[in-house]
């Protein structure tokens, strides 16, 4: 046995196993930025961690003189300083974790002055970092005190809503949150919830001291008639991609806005129209005066473009120059040879014109959870869907996250 332990590619092994430890610390790094923690038992998340913990020092000091090791050594209190902040008071989790971060620091295989120069990093890390983010979130400190009155979840159990009533100086408000109930990661006794969901469906003022909830299912066609109903111009922003995919035709969807009056007299228009200007409805000489030009085949081009948009498309002056083909920082480029005029792409479609099969293509469910608030509908699946509301796969670092 002692020859098996002594062996060379048995502490390789162990330090591959104890270093997985490390990898776990970056995930509960990664969780604390990204998600809020919420610990059922908290005597058996202590002991869950002190074990593990214990089991993974063993490990590395075991392997301290391997390189996995020593790397691993450096990376889980960099990696815990997000949780300490993030979750501060969460200490059954932390502790542990913490003491095996500097146990494995300190007795590692890396060299003294490597430990002293990688301690001494840490420990500015930790004073900086805590000062600046208790310094950042004393300023939005708020005074209001906030009471949740009622919560649960849809018949579906997609959507989750609390409602909170809010004293401050103002008489107060209730205000109703819904947010995704099928985006948490959940072990067997702790739960991360995504940080940052939470959308206001409703808000009233005053405080709202009678409270009626009700969930309903209603299909797509139902809401759409519904929406409709309500107004006729409520449009829905899409992607280029999707309105190639509908076969609508981008020539037909640019615009020019922000016009002067001069110009709008030019187009022969009145001082009162502030509509954007389609440039279907332009003639050859307008065209020209915008420095734009039709071909046969209805696309728009730059008739001479300068030398910045030639330089940033890498293009030469014999090119033709489609705007359809321009990027956002193309067509920002184009837009700075105008004084006053805008060209711009309207990619909005009005609901009305989106049937049943194109309600699918965005990604409208069949049917979905409604909510009424005190007889007002104030969410529906419908809408949350088709703005993307909840895009519970895309993460963003943004200071809203260290709230």
Not at 36 to 42: A, G, K, L, N, V
Not at 327 to 355: F, P, V
């Given at each position: 046995?002692?020859?098996?332990?002594?062996n060379?590619?048995?502490?390789?092994?162990?330090?591959?196993?104890?270093?997985?430890?490390?990898?776990g610390?970056?995930?509960?790094?990664?969780?604390s930025?990204?998600?809020?923690?919420?610990i059922?038992?908290?005597?058996?998340?202590?002991?869950?961690?002190?074990f593990?913990?214990?089991?993974?020092?063993?490990?590395?000091?075991?392997?301290?003189?391997?390189?996995?090791?020593?790397?691993?050594?450096?990376?889980?209190?960099?990696?815990?300083?997000p949780?300490?902040?993030l979750?501060?008071?969460?200490?059954?989790?932390?502790?542990?974790?913490?003491?095996?971060?500097?146990?494995?620091?300190?007795?590692?295989?890396?060299?003294?002055?490597?430990?002293t120069?990688?301690?001494?990093?840490i420990?500015?890390?930790?004073?900086?970092?805590?000062l600046?983010?208790?310094?950042?979130?004393s300023f939005?400190?708020?005074?209001?005190?906030?009471t949740?009155?009622?919560?649960?979840?849809?018949?579906?159990?997609?959507?989750?809503?609390?409602?909170?009533?809010?004293?401050?100086?103002?008489?107060?408000?209730?205000?109703?949150?819904?947010?995704?109930?099928?985006?948490?990661?959940?072990?067997?006794?702790?739960?991360?919830?995504?940080?940052?969901?939470?959308?206001v469906?409703?808000?009233?003022?005053?405080?709202?001291?009678d409270?009626?909830?009700?969930?309903?299912?209603?299909?797509?066609?139902?809401?759409t008639?519904?929406?409709?109903?309500?107004s006729?111009?409520?449009?829905v922003?899409l992607?280029?991609e999707?309105?190639?995919?509908?076969?609508?035709?981008?020539?037909?969807r640019?615009?020019?806005d922000?016009?002067?009056i001069?110009?709008r007299?030019?187009?022969?228009?009145t001082?009162?129209?502030?509509?954007?200007?389609?440039?279907?409805k332009?003639?050859?000489?307008?065209?020209?005066?915008?420095?734009?030009a039709?071909?046969?085949?209805?696309r728009?081009?730059?008739?001479?473009?300068?030398?910045?948009?030639?330089?940033?498309?890498?293009?030469?002056?014999?090119?033709?120059?489609?705007?359809?083909?321009?990027?956002?920082?193309?067509?920002?480029?184009?837009?700075?040879?105008?004084?006053?005029?805008?060209?711009?792409?309207?990619n909005?479609?009005?609901l009305k014109?989106?049937?049943?099969?194109?309600?699918?293509?965005?990604?409208?469910?069949?049917e979905?959870?409604v909510?009424?608030?005190?007889?007002k509908?104030?969410?529906?699946?419908?809408?949350?869907?088709?703005?993307n509301?909840?895009?519970?796969?895309?993460?963003?670092?943004?200071l809203?996250?260290?709230?």
């Amino acid at each position: 046995m002692k020859k098996v332990f002594s062996n060379i590619w048995t502490k390789r092994l162990i330090a591959l196993i104890g270093a997985l430890y490390a990898v776990g610390v970056c995930r509960l790094c990664y969780f604390s930025i990204f998600y809020d923690m919420h610990i059922e038992s908290r005597t058996t998340a202590l002991l869950s961690a002190s074990f593990i913990s214990l089991i993974a020092l063993l490990l590395m000091l075991y392997s301290r003189k391997q390189i996995v090791t020593r790397i691993a050594s450096f990376l889980i209190l960099p990696a815990m300083l997000p949780v300490i902040l993030l979750y501060f008071g969460e200490w059954e989790i932390i502790i542990p974790i913490v003491i095996t971060g500097v146990v494995i620091l300190l007795l590692s295989g890396a060299g003294e002055g490597v430990k002293t120069a990688m301690g001494t990093i840490i420990l500015l890390l930790y004073i900086f970092g805590a000062l600046g983010y208790f310094l950042f979130t004393s300023f939005f400190v708020s005074s209001a005190k906030e009471t949740v009155v009622d919560s649960g979840v849809s018949l579906s159990e997609k959507y989750r809503y609390r409602i909170v009533n809010t004293e401050d100086t103002s008489n107060g408000s209730t205000a109703v949150y819904v947010e995704p109930n099928d985006a948490d990661v959940r072990y067997s006794n702790v739960t991360f919830t995504l940080k940052n969901m939470e959308r206001v469906v409703y808000l009233e003022r005053p405080i709202t001291e009678d409270i009626e909830v009700e969930w309903k299912t209603e299909t797509r066609d139902e809401i759409t008639k519904a929406l409709d109903g309500i107004s006729h111009t409520i449009s829905v922003t899409l992607s280029t991609e999707k309105l190639k995919e509908f076969g609508e035709s981008l020539d037909s969807r640019l615009e020019l806005d922000d016009l002067s009056i001069d110009e709008r007299f030019m187009l022969g228009q009145t001082a009162h129209d502030v509509d954007p200007v389609r440039l279907d409805k332009l003639n050859d000489e307008q065209l020209d005066y915008f420095n734009l030009a039709k071909d046969a085949d209805g696309r728009y081009s730059v008739k001479t473009p300068s030398s910045e948009l030639l330089e940033y498309l890498e293009k030469g002056a014999d090119d033709t120059i489609y705007i359809t083909d321009l990027d956002s920082k193309a067509l920002n480029i184009l837009n700075q040879s105008y004084q006053y005029a805008e060209l711009s792409l309207n990619n909005k479609m009005l609901l009305k014109d989106l049937d049943d099969t194109r309600l699918e293509a965005l990604g409208v469910s069949e049917e979905g959870d409604v909510m009424i608030f005190n007889g007002k509908v104030c969410f529906r699946y419908y809408v949350a869907e088709l703005d993307n509301y909840y895009d519970t796969e895309t993460r963003k670092l943004s200071l809203d996250l260290l709230g």
